[in-house]
């Protein structure tokens, strides 16, 4: 889900933003988007949307489909788009809820289409949920989009340095090239020993959470995994926080994202005026995290240094970026070398990890992708614990294999109501609850 925003301002001046998921916007010129809401979807598979037509709907909502029929105007207005009924004033303020936007928008999406318009106060905001429209957007960064100057200018407060990830115009077009080229596939399968490494410290520490029956919260788990990745990827370093019980740069990375979110999305600034503890730990972490990030830049200069060789053929992303900054003419400047270091990141510990968690989620909703996810793993050999709760383990266990993979085993918890079928459980899932971590390692080799 994609929704975009603009403010009211005099005509001449009207702004319309694209934002993604968290504080994520771009924007255009008034006409460009009346355009792209007519032309925009004519991008994917599915054809242009006619001006006065109704999406196609059921009884429960949108269908999915995108009308296909020849657009009968060229242009599209904003106010042309369906919208759910607000108050005057606030308009659908209350009708979306900051921590479950997304399962609201989605919601509007269900009943609405693809294209729809809310909007929170003075500003309107145009949602997109059809994937073919978001790639198109994000392509014509940053001829035709950008991001919202409000979050710029939020990182700037918070004392962010400036990355891909906050740039545009200029300063973005060579920032990306320089990113890009330090992320090209053969790089990136070099660094695959180390990632296996990491990998394995994630197992051995599951497995050792699981010997000794303890709960780890997935999310932060796989933040740690992400940020230790990143960071031997993008900047040759081994942080390793999955082997580390004191404090990690994790921890202060984790508090960026969601006040960046939370201030670009405030309706009144609060904290310009009262410092409150969180505020006062988010400038902490802040110090933290440019201190690591100092600390990979020296580490890297010290390798180049060290290796002339390697300024020829830098192994990774920082170190290609100090050699770039330090070329005539590049448009590269140590303060952006420092703001894609913090770029990845976050990139690494927000986007990555969730990603993952979210994956995790969903392939335990869906039984039978989850059967052939583990038969693509148990062709490779990799031995296989399947935790099965309300779903038929016979009917939908990974029964198939590969040459001499070995059998599946199964962590059962049999009940007297399983195998239900259900999502939701009215007797709080004591199938799925009663599958102990000790169950589990038993029967891994």
């Not at 889900?1 to 319309?16: C, E, G, H, N, V």
């Not at 520490?205 to 780890?216: D, N, P, V």
Request: net charge positive; hydrophobic share 40%.
């Amino acid at each position: 889900m994609t929704f975009a925003s603009r403010a009211r301002r005099p005509k001449a001046d009207q702004k319309l933003g694209w934002m993604g998921s968290g504080p994520r916007s771009v924007t255009t010129s008034s006409t460009g988007v009346r355009r792209r809401a007519t032309e925009g979807i004519a991008g994917g598979p599915a054809g242009p949307l006619r001006r006065n037509a109704e999406p196609p709907r059921t009884r429960g909502g949108y269908d999915g489909r995108v009308n296909t029929q020849t657009p009968t105007e060229t242009l599209r207005e904003l106010a042309d788009l369906p919208a759910p009924r607000g108050l005057p004033i606030v308009g659908n303020l209350f009708q979306l809820s900051r921590p479950v936007i997304h399962r609201d928008m989605e919601r509007l999406a269900r009943e609405l289409g693809p294209l729809f318009r809310v909007r929170v106060g003075a500003r309107d905001m145009v949602a997109i949920a059809d994937h073919a429209l978001i790639g198109q957007v994000l392509r014509e960064r940053p001829q035709s989009f950008r991001r919202s100057p409000r979050t710029q200018q939020i990182g700037q407060e918070m004392g962010l340095m400036p990355g891909l990830f906050g740039s545009e115009g200029d300063s973005w077009r060579p920032q990306r090239k320089m990113v890009m080229a330090g992320l090209d596939p053969t790089r990136v399968r070099g660094y695959f020993p180390m990632l296996l490494r990491v990998l394995l410290r994630l197992e051995r520490r599951w497995l050792a959470a699981a010997r000794e029956g303890r709960a780890l919260e997935l999310q932060p788990e796989l933040m740690r995994f992400s940020v230790d990745a990143i960071a031997g990827l993008a900047f040759g370093s081994d942080v390793n926080t999955l082997e580390s019980d004191g404090e990690i740069i994790q921890q202060h990375l984790d508090k960026i994202f969601p006040a960046l979110y939370r201030r670009s999305m405030a309706m009144v600034p609060t904290w310009r005026w009262f410092r409150r503890q969180a505020d006062r730990d988010l400038d902490a972490s802040i110090v933290e995290v440019k201190k690591a990030i100092a600390d990979f830049i020296a580490q890297a200069r010290q390798r180049l240094d060290a290796d002339p060789a390697r300024r020829a053929a830098p192994p990774n992303l920082l170190e290609s970026m100090i050699v770039a900054a330090e070329e005539p003419g590049s448009g590269i400047d140590n303060l952006m070398v420092a703001g894609n270091v913090l770029t990845m990141l976050l990139a690494g510990e927000d986007t990555t990890a969730n990603t993952l968690a979210w994956a995790m989620n969903l392939l335990h909703e869906n039984p039978q992708a989850l059967a052939r996810a583990a038969d693509e793993v148990r062709g490779l050999g990799v031995p296989l614990v399947a935790i099965f709760g309300p779903t038929r383990d016979r009917q939908t266990a990974p029964l198939t294999s590969g040459v001499d993979a070995p059998a599946p085993r199964l962590a059962i918890h049999d009940v007297w109501c399983r195998p239900c079928m259900l999502r939701e459980c009215p007797l709080g899932h004591m199938c799925m609850r009663g599958v102990t971590a000790a169950q589990v390692a038993s029967l891994l080799p």
